[in-house]
Nanobody, 127 residues
Framework: QVQLMETGGGSVQAGGSLRLSCAASPYGVNYRYYYLGWFRQAPGKEREEVAV???????EYADFVRGRFTISRDNAKNELNLQMNGLEPEDTAIYHC???????????????????WGQGTLVTVST
């Protein structure tokens, strides 16, 4: 059973930065071919796909984070990261890492085919 666990959430002021990490287990599973990404959900709002990175390391971002967030993966460590710069109060949400083995072509398509996701980590951005 694949499990994902996020770390790195917290509270920052607008304009600040946070780095989220996601560790996948069990370690013996080959996650190299998984499409890995992040989605977020704020209270009272619908889920939003944030970014995805494919098996070749090619990223895709939602328009509202492009230029501010950077997604990366380390297949040797079974780790996924999200560097978030220029945070805005609108970025406040619970951030979840997620994965699928299904080949997806767009961020939205990835969001429709998630197979596993973590419990999430809270990011709070204040003015």
């Amino acid at each position: 059973q694949v499990q994902l666990m996020e770390t790195g959430g917290g509270s920052v002021q607008a304009g600040g930065s946070l780095r989220l990490s996601c560790a996948a287990s069990p370690y013996g599973v080959n996650y190299r071919y998984y499409y890995l990404g992040w989605f977020r959900q704020a209270p009272g709002k619908e889920r939003e796909e944030v970014a995805v990175i494919d098996a070749d390391g090619s990223p895709e971002y939602a328009d509202f984070v492009r230029g501010r967030f950077t997604i990366s993966r380390d297949n040797a460590k079974n780790e996924l990261n999200l560097q978030m710069n220029g945070l805005e109060p609108e970025d406040t949400a619970i951030y979840h890492c997620a994965a699928t083995r299904i080949v997806t072509r767009t961020l939205a398509d990835w969001g429709r085919h998630l197979e596993v996701w973590g419990q999430g980590t809270l990011v709070t951005v204040s003015t």
